[in-house]
């Protein structure tokens, strides 16, 4: 029998299956409330970091100067602050950037 609070669960379904397709991360917390993320990569000294989204890679390193660099893989803003230098590689690998 399909109650009311089952019935919600079955619904989103669908959606979590998108998401899966798209890479996403989401979670269900406390039965009712939806948590969307995604996953950041930091590195061991933390003047470096990194996250997937869904057009592809963005990272950021900062330097003693205070200057970042800011790396992504997709095109999109070009104009950042005073201090961010950007490296933009349209349709690159990771490797490529």
């Known amino acids: 029998?399909?109650?009311?609070?089952?019935?919600?669960?079955?619904?989103?379904?669908?959606?979590?299956?998108?998401?899966?397709?798209?890479?996403?991360?989401?979670?269900?917390?406390?039965?009712?409330?939806?948590?969307?993320?995604?996953?950041?990569?930091?590195?061991?000294?933390?003047?470096?970091?990194?996250?997937?989204?869904q057009l592809g890679m963005k990272f950021h390193s900062a330097f003693q100067d205070g200057t970042i660099l800011m790396t992504k893989n997709f095109g999109g803003k070009t104009k950042y602050g005073p201090r961010v230098v950007a490296n933009i590689t349209k349709n690159a690998s990771i490797s490529d950037t």
Request: no cysteine.
């Open 1 to 53: 029998m399909v109650t009311q609070d089952n019935r919600s669960k079955i619904d989103i379904h669908p959606l979590f299956l998108i998401m899966w397709l798209n890479r996403e991360a989401a979670s269900i917390q406390d039965g009712s409330k939806l948590v969307f993320g995604y996953p950041v990569f930091i590195s061991n000294d933390r003047t470096t970091y990194s996250y997937p989204l």
